[in-house]
């Protein structure tokens, strides 16, 4: 057989495909934020071992943005900075449904509440989160902040936390904490560790995305 008719290696054989990654859905976490006088505490609870993501970790009340978030009423919108912060990587509508997300889903999840329907004035943007793009379940996240005293209710929620409390800092760091609640535990320090001209004067927001801070 001539030379040029031989299988050359690797002949026929498919190129590999690389597994296209999963779109990041829009989210908000909402850290509520209890000051005591041995330090701050913040409302956690537990995700049960049958959820998909994140099971059996402690993790801040929070969740996927909605469509009809979008669009939902509230009794005062998120406050200017706030929302020019949201804004560098969201448009309007998107902004205003991530702090309605954030207010939903701290109700649902724990039984807190902002109000009916929510005010979301008190939110402050702490920072956004971004999965790595190989994981199978993927957010785009962002972490607002809420004092305590800016919510009402009783802690009752669904269920799908469990372990529901307000949990020291350093009690909740000293659990097997995800990446996320971990590093987002770290910026609220930093945060808190800030003068009020500092937070409000922070021109670029933190951004976690492939394992590494950033500025947006």
């Known amino acids: ?48 071992a049958r959820h998909r993501f994140m099971p059996n970790r402690l993790v801040f009340p929070g969740g996927a943005v909605d469509p009809a978030d979008l669009r939902a009423r509230c009794a005062s919108p998120l406050a200017p900075l706030t929302r020019a912060r949201l804004e560098k990587a969201a448009n309007p509508a998107l902004a205003h449904g991530l702090g309605i997300a954030a207010a939903r889903e701290l109700e649902e999840e724990t039984g807190l509440t902002l109000g ?22 993927r957010f785009n996240a962002r972490f607002l902040l809420v004092d305590a005293a800016h919510v009402s209710g009783t802690l009752a929620g669904s269920g799908e936390l469990e372990a529901l409390k307000f949990y020291g800092v350093a009690e909740a760091l000293g659990f097997d904490l995800a990446e996320p609640q971990r590093r987002v535990i770290e910026r609220l320090l930093a945060w808190l560790a800030m003068s009020a001209e500092e937070r409000a004067t922070e021109t670029d927001m933190p951004v976690f995305r492939r394992r590494a801070w950033a500025r947006e």
Not at 6 to 12: D, K, N, V, Y
């Open 1 to 48: 057989m001539p030379d040029d008719l031989l299988p050359r290696p690797g002949a026929g054989a498919a190129a590999p495909v690389r597994p296209r990654a999963v779109r990041a859905r829009h989210a908000a976490s909402l850290l509520v934020l209890r000051h005591r006088p041995d330090g701050p505490e913040l409302l956690m609870g537990l995700r049960g």
């Open 116 to 137: 009916t329907p929510p005010e979301l004035a008190p939110l402050a943007y702490l920072c956004r989160m971004v999965t790595p793009p190989a994981n199978p379940i």
